[in-house]
């Protein structure tokens, strides 16, 4: 079993930056990919980014250029570094763990960007 969680979240201004972290424990050596997804109000969840523990990421298109999603794989434990930050970004941000067929998710951190 897997378990995440999730820090940085937070409030910031349009144009500002955040860094979201997620830790994984348990059994780690059973995931293969990690990633971010966020839920805005009244939207279905989607896909920020995601990372394949070779270091290969994929970015929702929305994001690209803005956000930076890394690896350690010695801690299990990705980053989502975000600079320019809009209002669109204010969403509830998951972190995701697939394992095998099953994806895990944390309890999710809340990003509001004010104009």
């Known amino acids: 079993q897997v378990q995440l969680v999730e820090s940085g979240g937070g409030l910031v201004q349009a144009g500002g930056s955040l860094r979201l972290s997620c830790a994984a424990s348990g059994s780690t050596f059973m995931i293969n990919e990690m990633g971010w997804y966020r839920q805005a109000p009244g939207k279905q969840r989607e896909l920020v980014a995601s990372?394949?523990?070779?270091?290969?990421?994929n970015y929702a298109d929305s994001v690209k250029g803005r956000f930076t999603l890394s690896r350690d794989n010695a801690k299990n434990t990705v980053y989502l570094q975000m600079i320019s930050l809009t209002p669109e970004d204010t969403a509830v941000y998951y972190c995701?763990?697939?394992?095998?067929?099953?994806?895990?998710w944390g309890q999710g951190t809340q990003v509001t960007v004010s104009s």
């Open positions: 995701s763990a697939r394992v095998i067929v099953t994806t895990m």
């Open positions: 990372i394949t523990r070779g270091g290969i990421t």
